[in-house]
Nanobody, 122 residues
Framework: VQLQASGGGLVQPGGSLRLSCAASGFTSDAYAIGWFRQAPGKEREWVSIIDFLSDQTYYADSVEGRFAISRDVAKTTVYLDMNQLNVDDTAVYSC????????????????WGQGTQVTVSS
């Protein structure tokens, strides 16, 4: 299984960004992919998760209503649309995947993509 994250960059407060996580190597639809972030000096936290089997989505309280997770029809790419960004959203964002939803929710997915930097600054 391979995950490839992309889409980070520098954005002003109030702006938007779309992150992408391209996934390959899964042999069934029974897996979940989550976006995680880690800011300097802080622990990694999960941001949003999508369960491919049920299409159920989950959001951290800090991003609820501002971020939206989705996937393409082919189930090969997961997107994270980030709106109303603020300086507290500055972090390295990574995507993680596992065949077990709860492993992703717990922050311990088996597979990880590389991180992409998101910087919110004026």
């Amino acid at each position: 299984v391979q995950l490839q994250a992309s889409g980070g960059g520098l954005v002003q407060p109030g702006g938007s960004l779309r992150l992408s996580c391209a996934a390959s190597g899964f042999t069934s639809d029974a897996y979940a992919i989550g976006w995680f972030r880690q800011a300097p000096g802080k622990e990694r936290e999960w941001v949003s998760i999508i369960d491919f089997l049920s299409d159920q989505t989950y959001y951290a309280d800090s991003v609820e209503g501002r971020f939206a997770i989705s996937r393409d029809v082919a189930k090969t790419t997961v997107y994270l649309d980030m709106n109303q960004l603020n300086v507290d959203d500055t972090a390295v964002y990574s995507c993680g995947a596992d065949t077990g939803l709860w492993a992703v929710i717990a922050g311990h997915p088996r597979y990880w993509g590389q991180g992409t930097q998101v910087t919110v600054s004026s």
